[in-house]
């Protein structure tokens, strides 16, 4: 039974607001990385980071208008994201090697936060949000799994 309650919309809301504000997290971070970054497998890495970061501005779009549809507001400023986010942003230059063992990290957390909110969307019986939420886990966990081969 679906619970269409004002409570299940706003607790699921705000659990996939906490996805947003992640993701929008490491939408920079790969644009920070795609810019800086050098060395042997330069243009692997710039590539890889540029559909990173195109990714995820697609997702956010798709995260803050359910956020709509469940009739809340969706986070929309960066200390609001940045205050919601378990994923931290990177300060100063770091080697290819680190930008890909920070986005793996990121990647494992945020898939931790988005399995959090499959859970609360299931539990309110809400299967639109639990499916948006799944495609996005199963994309950070294919990325994670890649980043983990590029690191052997």
Same mark, same amino acid.
């Given at each position: ?9 706003? /607790? @699921?809301? +705000?659990?996939?607001? !906490?996805?947003?504000?992640? @993701?929008?997290? $490491?939408?920079? !971070? *790969?644009? +920070? ?9 330069? $243009? ?16 956010? %779009? %798709?995260?803050? #208008? ?7 507001? *969706?986070?929309? @400023?960066?200390?609001?994201?940045? =205050? ?12 290819? /090697?680190?930008?890909?063992? #920070? ?8 898939? #931790?936060? $988005?399995?959090? =909110?499959? /859970?609360?969307? %299931?539990?309110?019986?809400? %299967? ?23 690191? !052997?």
């Amino acid at each position: 039974m679906t619970d269409h309650s004002n409570t299940a919309a706003v /607790e @699921t809301a +705000n659990a996939i607001a !906490k996805v947003l504000a992640n @993701t929008h997290v $490491i939408y920079m !971070k *790969a644009h +920070n990385f795609h810019w800086n970054v050098e060395g042997a497998r330069f $243009i692997s890495l710039h590539q890889m980071f540029e559909a990173q970061y195109s990714d995820m501005a697609e997702a956010m %779009d %798709d995260l803050a #208008e359910r956020i709509r549809a469940l009739g809340e507001y *969706a986070p929309g @400023t960066s200390s609001q994201f940045a =205050a919601m986010a378990s994923v931290k942003e990177t300060e100063g230059q770091i080697s290819a /090697e680190d930008m890909l063992r #920070e986005t793996l990290r990121d990647y494992e957390v945020i898939g #931790e936060v $988005i399995s959090e =909110a499959i /859970e609360i969307a %299931d539990g309110h019986g809400d %299967d639109v949000s639990a499916g948006i939420l799944a495609d996005r886990l199963e994309y950070h966990q294919k990325q994670a799994w890649m980043m983990r081969a590029m690191l !052997k």
